[in-house]
């Protein structure tokens, strides 16, 4: 899942916004988290979102949480919940929550690596832990401390916000049976996925979302990567490619995020604050329920429509990635301070909890 | 993990509370659930959980769960929390919810297998879904409304509440390299598990929990389950046991319930309500990823300290284990109509999301 890379830079360099940051970074020191209970004064937010507006799954959950908190807070906050284009692009969410001019977005983190490339690691990584690994190290492991420190430097303050499980690795209509399949492939896949991929020699091109399936049917791309069955079927790419291949090496479970103004929020009354950052946990909760729930109905679909083969990596291939995965993350680790501290808790929390795996769920799934 | 089933017989027969179900019964027909917000009538009730006073994680998830539903209601409303024996025995906590004497339990819904024996598929069955997999079911898959339905004739509401995630299968004296070894075996441990063992020859020895380590000690049992490492570690099993066998097949996500008694969670005016039903999914959430995180440490713990040998079962051993596991489920669905219902909901629901396992969680723990 991504999404074009070109509106992404398109609006980094906008210089009334990175005002705002520095203003909003040095008042933050004087300002204290508001612990008082009000339940009079009404609030009005706005929520951006990176995601088509009504977008399944993802889109309608930022809605419920709009819902379930003006229920929580008996009326008082109300947020109105805007889709990517309906009030800002989806890549200006980051901007404008760090701005003020909304208060809360919805998005993934890792379509902020230019503000941060430490932010790619609060998303999902290739190779990276899935989404009870994430949840664990975010919640009890320090990865939320290490992301609010990240954000904070932006007036921003991030929160979980839901998680795909583990993603597919995408439609191909070039089969991928030995590493040199990966020479010359021309694929749709943004981020680290694509930095990996273009090590291997495939050549990463990427598109608005609207003509990813024009352009795998005309042969402009070979292949491209999503999200897993729900919200690919919807796509319609089974319809056009040859194979499916699993498992989504590049996403194991990609934690989405609610990101608030740091200001805006430190000012509410402490009801609340509380109400958001438990809105937000069930949001997380649901979220990954739901696509875990809703996958296998649609691979089941997929595999009946027998227009795709649904294939599995094979372990040299995937031995390849992971290889060329673990480059990748450490050349970011290298060149970015924060990153590296990032990156280091990320490996000792993974590599933990990947021991315990042996003997719980890795184990189980094995029987 | 599990509690001394013959506390739990002791309290079955409480005829006032019999008598308290039924006019419960009645009254909810003619009941409205309040719509109405109101954020002025203070409430203050009692939640009253099968867990010890402090008990690591899942019971300080609930003084959590009572802080936040605190901050949330702006001070409106008041939990109580009391560990199993404060207020009332642990197994007592159905009835005392089920009657009103207590407003919320918090529990597992196995417990109460002598009310209905299909409570407990809500928790764990053996060689039953995961914890992401029980969340995906209960929240998307139709079985919290199985749950419900189970719960409402007893005038209570249940919610998801927390999991353990995948269990260990145990403490062990004696070594179990083929089904021969469960001949003779005296384990402690209740419910399923218990009774899969006993098809193998084993005999089912039942103790209060502070007991076990005596039991174990003196040879009165020859092997325990309890939880996971971090759990099993504070209770000292491996300064006697032998061995430590993985994965805990019997147990492998034990979701945990929060309970409600219906009739005063519908009275409650619609703020409220939502507030607690948000704050039950945080706990899941924040239970199962606190398990996740602290497990490894301890399991290292377990494995450095060297008296104990940290083992897997055999696949033919859990083959075995496995195939006494589906005669034990179908029996009790055979010999209960609501137990027949949730089964094959919950059956349909494993096999299809095992499906997408093969393509998604499973394959990527294989890499």
């Known amino acids: 899942m991504g999404i074009n890379r070109k509106d992404f830079i398109k609006h980094l360099g906008v210089a009334a916004v990175g005002g705002a940051i520095l203003t909003s970074c040095k008042d933050q020191k004087d300002q204290a988290i508001n612990e008082a209970y009000d339940t009079k004064t009404s609030y009005t937010w706005k929520m951006v979102t990176t995601w088509p507006p009504n977008f399944p799954v993802v889109g309608e959950a930022c809605h419920k949480f709009a819902r379930q908190v003006n229920e929580m807070s008996a009326g008082q906050f109300t947020i109105k919940v805007y889709g990517g284009g309906e009030l800002i692009p989806s890549l200006e969410v980051f901007d404008a929550v760090s701005s003020g001019a909304a208060e809360i977005g919805h998005g993934a ?3 902020w690596a230019g503000k941060s ?10 190779f990276g832990m899935n989404a009870q690994q994430m949840n664990a190290w975010l919640y009890y492991g320090g990865g939320l401390e290490l ?14 916000g839901g998680n795909t499980g583990v993603q597919m690795g995408g439609w191909f209509n070039r089969e991928i049976n030995t590493v040199e ?6 694929m749709r896949i943004p981020g680290l996925g694509g930095k990996v991929l273009e090590k291997l020699g495939a050549t990463v091109v990427l598109s608005a979302v609207s003509e990813i399936y024009t352009n795998l049917e005309r042969g402009v791309i070979d292949a491209t990567e999503w999200v897993g ?13 040859k194979y499916y291949y699993a498992p989504g090496w590049h996403e194991p479970g990609s934690n989405l995020e609610f990101m608030f103004n740091k200001r805006a929020f430190e000012a509410l009354p402490k009801n609340l604050q509380t109400i958001l950052e438990v809105a937000t946990a069930q949001s997380n909760m649901y979220v990954l329920s739901e696509f875990e729930a809703k996958n296998n109905e649609y691979l089941q679909k997929i ?20 290889e060329k995965s673990i480059e990748t993350l450490e050349a970011i ?8 501290k990032v990156y280091d808790s990320y490996k000792k929390f ?15 799934y094995e029987i």
Do not use: C
Request: hydrophobic share 35%; no cysteine; aromatic share 18%.
């Open 303 to 322: 595999i009946a429509d027998k227009s795709t083969e649904v294939r599995k990596f094979s372990p040299e291939v995937l031995k390849a990635l992971k």
């Open 117 to 126: 490339p430490a932010t790619q690691f609060f998303t999902s990584v290739p």
């Open 229 to 241: 069955p729900y919200h690919d079927y919807t796509m319609g790419y089974y319809e056009i490619a």
């Open 181 to 186: 399949d990966f020479k010359g492939l021309k």
């Open 350 to 364: 993974q590599t933990s909890i990947n021991q315990w795996a042996e003997y719980s769920e890795k184990l189980y």
């Open 333 to 340: 680790a290298d060149g970015d301070e924060m990153s590296a």
């Open 147 to 160: 992301w609010k420190e990240v954000y904070a430097r932006f007036g921003l303050l991030p929160m979980p």
């Open 109 to 111: 983190s890792y379509y």
